[in-house]
């Protein structure tokens, strides 16, 4: 087996993981792991062509405290919204916040462990947020991460996703 064709983390250590702060509000995060170095996962993460291939286009300037526009291409109904990256510090950090929606801000980290560079993803929601269908979303668009920086299987469309992944997280299609 090449390091390319490493086999996937096992699906219950892909799921996102939600644990409640001490004031109340809901911290998601996921982690995810490749065998290539911090520079390759970050093109996948934040070069135009790689971006838009497992999640949408940026517009608009690429460094701390710059606004742009980031439209999330692969929903049913694309739209382009007002962001502010608060913190980028390649190939280690990118922090992003959304203009028009109070609090939504979501934190990459990429680090090395034990040879292979893992993602950090955290995103925070106030308290008593249902966040079950932000992390089946979030986890969907990792996947599609996972296609695009190593290599693993498309999670293919919603549907298709949605009926694989979603009663691990109490969801079914149609539901």
């Known amino acids: 087996m090449t390091e390319q ?18 004031d109340g509000r809901l911290r ?8 290539d170095g911090p520079d390759e996962i970050w093109a996948a993460l934040t070069e135009p062509d790689r971006l838009g291939r497992w999640f949408g286009t940026y517009e608009g300037d690429r460094a701390p405290g710059a606004r742009g526009t980031l439209t999330m291409t692969h929903e049913a ?10 913190e980028c510090d390649p190939p280690r950090r990118l922090v992003v916040e959304w ?9 990459l980290a990429l680090a090395v462990e034990s040879g292979r560079t893992t993602l ?4 925070v929601f106030a308290a008593g947020t249902d ?24 999670p ?3 549907d298709t996703f ?5 009663p691990d997280y109490g969801r079914t299609p149609g539901a």
Do not use: C
Not at 28 to 35: A, D, G, T, Y
């Open 120 to 123: 950090h993803f955290v995103q």
């Open 99 to 107: 203009a028009e929606q109070q609090d939504w801000r979501i934190e």
């Open 162 to 166: 949605l009926a694989a992944s979603g």
């Open 28 to 35: 998601l995060e996921f982690r995810r792991s490749w065998p």
């Open 156 to 158: 293919g469309d919603w």
């Open 5 to 22: 064709q490493t086999p996937a983390d096992p699906p219950i250590s892909r799921r996102g993981v939600v644990t409640e702060l001490p």
């Open 77 to 86: 109904e694309p739209v382009g919204e007002a962001v502010r990256i608060a």
């Open 131 to 154: 966040v079950t269908d932000f992390a089946l979303g979030w986890h969907w668009y990792l996947d599609k991460l996972d296609a695009e920086a190593g290599g693993r299987p498309d």
